[in-house]
């Protein structure tokens, strides 16, 4: 039988020789199965070799469907909704609650699931390359997974999400390591003609977008999910809700978290054991979609039509997919450490049990930023992207992902395996591969001595960039902010450089998800500390002071420190700006605020005002939005029974003075003017401040 890519698997850490002999393998955290050869799915996922639960047990969907809707949740949310009223009432709710059960649940079918299988990798071998799964984190997870099983608790699997084949690529990888296959909550978006059926076979259960205005659905899930996790079946949710537009992981979502967390709390569910995962791609196939909604357009929904549309897709290189598993861990032990060294009581204050979700679920994000790995088409992107000049030639272009690669691995980031190893054969390498893979997005110039690439697609590029700022953010603040201080004198005070940097890391802070319980004066000396140690600042401990680099090596890093982090202080800016035509009783629909903010961000990148194309992104003026309402720049109010929400400024931002400070202070981090020249940003008579009072509202408060 003909072998093709993705699946027996071969451990590509070592080689042999011309004689035979093995070479020395990578160390142990490069070690990866490479799931490449293929002759037939059907004989993975043999009962017998199945670590966990079967989820092919006859009559195993109608069991878990009559003991939730049987539940002591599901049946006092329809006493309570039933009060006062007659026995025919109370029928018509129980059976509301059969017909969402059955529109919720997964429906597991063993003939269904081999033959998707073998479709799925039919469509990993023609997007992909193969996939890399970290050995170690595979053994890891068959030792915790056979844990589970003898305590009969289940795995609650969290990978990040930036694409719909992260759906794919989980359960493929589970069936592919003979690993009881997850339930796998899904969008009810997903549930379309044909396509839904098929999913909810192969495991998935689809759940509303939004639910908290229905006290009777939010039950009937809950007692699902919690039946499903009561049972020891491994189940699958994303912890940051929806698909990351930005490439950057996105603030997790509370919901199923919660019900984690409660679960665990009141015994319902005696203990599972979270796993976080990182799914990294070359490429990822929905860029060009995102970059469309980023900008404004209307999101496409998905349907059979696209589905059959984006078979084109089949035809194209995306490289290979990385996948990464953090150090599963028990949520019994976490909380109990949490409520212990946080003296918190959950079970007698709501507020304590928020405060346990939200360390929990910010620590899942956390290990999977710290688990994850720097692809090569990242590395490319951030080289093109941080370069002052237009373009750059091959030979720079390949320095320049070197020295990226050192810079990460030197803050304990992980970088993807070249072929071939650290030579220089190798990293030329994989710089052509990865610009193979990045294709239009990478513009290549004619006409030239020398070949010249530079960023064709500056917002699709920033995707890719964005996937490694975490890694940076602390040092990223200091260096905006030495720059801030000194485009204008030479020196800054240590003390002014404490103010600030946590200013504009105040700022930032939606951007990038930090640990929970992260000392940010710890922090800030740490990163002075490594910025000093490789000359990106000076610091003069006898005067206090703090001076931009001298030497070319720190000027580099200065500057690709600045670059990376310059694109959200732009958007910020932009956003703070655009409140000024709110002021001063100006108020606007928040949807049509949001879309007249990118009219601003068009019109002043196009007239040289703003420096960054990709800081009009939807996504990141809307993080900058939430910032402001969070600071009390702005307040939102729904002003009817449609929940119709409007921005208005808020009383304490009615004097321009003050406004306007607010915009000149963020203004001040912002790169010298791209095209302007200008050193500062001063906002009161500007073409900045022309450009948003075209944009002011009719409505007054």
């Not at 998905?302 to 990464?324: A, C, I, T």
């Not at 940076?472 to 030495?482: A, D, I, P, R, W």
């Not at 004198?489 to 105040?506: P, Y």
Request: proline letters at 3%; aromatic letters at 8%; hydrophobic letters at 40%.
């Amino acid at each position: 039988m003909p072998t093709s890519k993705l699946l027996v698997v071969k451990n590509s850490s070592s080689k042999s020789d011309a004689s035979g002999k093995t070479k020395p393998v990578a160390p142990e955290e490069e070690r990866t199965h490479r799931f490449e050869t293929l002759h037939t799915g059907l004989a993975a996922y043999q009962p017998e070799d199945v670590i966990g639960p079967s989820v092919f047990q006859k009559g195993l969907t109608q069991r878990l469907k009559d003991e939730a809707l049987h539940s002591d949740t599901v049946q006092a949310a329809i006493d309570a909704m039933a009060a006062d009223r007659n026995g025919h009432f109370r029928a018509k709710l129980q059976q509301r609650a059969k017909h969402m059960l059955d529109t919720l649940s997964a429906d597991f079918d063993e003939k269904v699931t081999r033959g998707m299988v073998m479709i799925v990798q039919k469509i990993l071998q023609q997007l992909y390359n193969g996939i890399d799964l970290n050995e170690k984190h595979l053994e890891r997870l068959r030792e915790v997974s056979r844990k589970a099983q003898q305590e009969g608790v289940p795995l609650i699997i969290m990978p990040s999400h930036k694409s719909h084949i992260d759906y794919l690529v989980v359960s493929y990888l589970f069936f592919r390591c003979d690993l009881s296959l997850p339930f796998v909550a899904a969008g009810i978006n997903l549930n379309f003609p044909m396509v839904g059926p098929l999913l909810r076979k192969c495991g998935a259960f689809f759940i509303r977008r939004s639910f908290e205005d229905d006290a009777l659905y939010k039950a009937v899930f809950a007692a699902y999910f919690t039946t499903v996790l009561s049972h020891g079946y491994n189940t699958e949710f994303f912890v940051e809700g929806g698909r990351s537009r930005t490439g950057k992981l996105l603030r997790p979502r509370m919901g199923m978290m919660s019900l984690v967390v409660d679960n665990v709390l009141t015994g319902k569910v005696p203990d599972a054991y979270i796993v976080p995962v990182s799914i990294g791609y070359d490429k990822v196939i929905e860029t060009e979609s995102y970059v469309r909604e980023l900008l404004g357009k209307p999101k496409e929904q998905e349907s059979l039509w696209e589905l059959l549309r984006s078979v084109r897709l089949l035809q194209l290189d995306f490289g290979r997919v990385d996948v990464r598993i953090a150090r599963p861990f028990s949520v019994k032990e976490f909380l109990q450490h949490q409520v212990a060294s946080r003296r918190l009581r959950p079970m007698q204050r709501v507020e304590d049990k928020r405060v346990l979700t939200q360390v929990l679920a910010y620590s899942v994000v956390s290990r999977i930023n710290r688990t994850s790995v720097i692809l090569a088409t990242s590395l490319v992107a951030a080289a093109l992207l941080t370069h002052h000049g237009r373009g750059m030639s091959l030979a720079e272009l390949v320095a320049k992902f070197d020295w990226i690669a050192a810079q990460i691995k030197k803050r304990n980031g992980k970088v993807s395996r070249l072929e071939g190893g650290a030579s220089a054969a190798a990293t030329a390498k994989a710089v052509a591969i990865s610009l193979g893979v990045l294709g239009n997005l990478v513009g290549k110039q004619k006409q030239v001595l020398e070949q010249v690439y530079t960023p064709a697609k500056r917002f699709e590029l920033s995707y890719y960039r964005n996937q490694m700022v975490h890694l940076f953010v602390n040092e990223g603040m200091v260096c905006c902010s030495v720059y801030a201080a000194t485009k204008t004198k030479a020196v800054m005070g240590l003390d002014q450089l404490r103010k600030d940097t946590s200013f504009i890391a105040g700022v930032l802070k939606l951007e990038v998800v930090h640990a929970p319980g992260t000392d940010a004066q710890a922090a800030l000396d740490s990163a002075l500390q490594l910025l000093r140690h490789d000359d990106a600042v000076v610091v003069d401990t006898t005067a206090n002071t703090v001076s931009g680099p001298v030497t070319k090596p720190g000027m580099e890093l200065f500057d690709f420190l600045c670059a990376l982090f310059w694109p959200f202080i732009d958007a910020h800016w932009l956003m703070c700006c655009s409140f000024y035509a709110l002021w001063r009783d100006n108020i606007i629909e928040e949807k049509v605020f949001l879309n007249r903010v990118q009219s601003i961000g068009f019109t002043s990148y196009y007239e040289g005002e703003l420096n960054y194309y990709e800081a009009i992104s939807k996504e990141t003026l809307g993080n900058a939005l939430d910032l402001f309402l969070g600071m009390s720049v702005v307040e939102r109010r729904v002003i009817n029974t449609k929940n119709v929400s409007v921005i208005m400024l808020h009383p304490s931002y009615h004097n321009e003075a003050t406004l306007i400070a607010l915009i000149d202070r963020i203004g001040r981090f912002r790169r010298i003017g791209k095209y302007t020249g200008r050193q500062s940003f001063e906002f009161a008579g500007s073409k900045m401040q022309n450009i948003v009072t075209l944009a002011r509202p009719k409505a007054k408060i």
